[in-house]
């Protein structure tokens, strides 16, 4: 059974840090591209970052630029997110997605990842 399971969520204060997991099982996705989407209540799922297979190639949102970094670590089948100078508006659940075409390009589309996670909650007090 492919499965994505999200870590590391949970309350910070504004300006803090989290940084978030990423556990594929199943099957490897080192040859595939990854990213991180998020979703608020009452909101669309939206794009927070994505990276290709390698890690050598990532694209952001523009509201978390300069603020969260993609990366992953193949050997561990483990993609990361971490979020410095976190604002109010990141509170979401964080969702994990990976691509099946290998050594995909980096995507900010829903439709183009075929695995989710469950996500995980992050809530970002002011």
């Known amino acids: 059974q492919v499965q994505l399971v999200e870590s590391g969520g949970g309350l910070v204060q504004a300006g803090g840090s989290l940084r978030l997991s990423c556990a594929a099982s199943g099957r490897s996705f080192r040859n595939n591209a990854m990213g991180w989407f998020r979703q608020a209540p009452g909101k669309e799922r939206e794009f927070v970052a994505a990276?290709?297979?390698?890690?050598?190639?990532?694209d952001y949102a523009d509201s978390v630029k300069g603020r969260f970094t993609i990366s992953r670590d193949n050997a561990k089948n483990t993609l990361y997110l971490q979020m410095n100078s976190l604002k109010p508006e990141d509170t979401a659940v964080y969702i994990c997605?990976?691509?099946?075409?290998?050594?995909?390009?980096?995507?900010?589309?829903?439709?183009?990842?075929?695995?989710w996670g469950q996500g995980t909650q992050v809530t970002v007090s002011s």
């Open positions: 997605a990976a691509r099946l075409i290998v050594r995909g390009v980096v995507s900010l589309k829903p439709a183009e990842y075929d695995y």
């Open positions: 990276i290709n297979w390698s890690g050598g190639s990532t």
